[in-house]
C-alpha cells in the first residue's frame, strides 16, 4: 500500500498548487496589475480642476467675479481619491508623503485666497492670485505627474 498512498499525497499536493498560486497572485495583484490599472480617480479630479481653471479664465474676462469665486471655492474643496487609492498613492510616494501633501495644501490655500480676491471683485488681485494658484499647481505637477504616470497608467512621457 505504501506505493499507491504516496500516489495519493502527490496528487493532492498537485491539486493544491494553482490554488496556492491562485491565492499568491491574489494578493499580489493589486500591485501587480497598477499599471495597466484603470484610469486613477485622481485623474479624474484634476480633469474636473483644470476645467475649474478654464472657468476662472473665463468669469475673469467677463468681470463675472462671482463666477470666478464659485469656481476657486470647487478647486479648494476638491474631492479626495478612494481610501484604497489613496493608500496605494501615499504607498508610492513614500518618504515624500509629507512634501506632496504640503503641495496639496498651498493649492488649497491659494484657491481659498483666490475665492477671496474674487468675493473683493479688482481684477487685478484676482489675476495676482490666479498666477499664484497657476504656480501652485505647476510646481507638483513637475514633481509628480511623470512618476505618477509612468507608475499607474504605464505611460514612458508624462505628458499626453
Ligand atoms: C499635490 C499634487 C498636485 C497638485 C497640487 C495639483 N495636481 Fe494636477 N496632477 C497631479 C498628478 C499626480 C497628476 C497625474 C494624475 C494621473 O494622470 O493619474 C495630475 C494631473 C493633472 C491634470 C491632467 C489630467 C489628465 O487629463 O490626465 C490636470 C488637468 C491637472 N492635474 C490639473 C490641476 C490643477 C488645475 C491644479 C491646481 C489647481 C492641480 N492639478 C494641482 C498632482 C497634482
Redesign the pocket.
Known sequence: MQPSSNAMTSSRRWRAVPWAWLIALGCAGQPLASPAAE??A??????E?????QAIVDGTSREDYAAVEKAALA?AG?PQPPLGEKMR?MAFVGTDAPR?????G???D??TALAKAAKGGNGEDVIAAFHR??S??????Q???K???EQ??GKAD?R?
Open positions: 484610469p486613477l485622481l485623474q479624474g479630479i484634476m480633469k480642476m483644470g476645467r475649474g481653471m478647486i476638491h498613492l506632496y501633501k504640503a503641495m496639496d498651498a493649492a488649497h491659494s484657491a494658484l497657476q501652485s499647481c505647476l510646481a507638483c505637477h514633481t509628480f505627474r512618476p505618477f504616470v499607474f497608467h508624462g499626453r
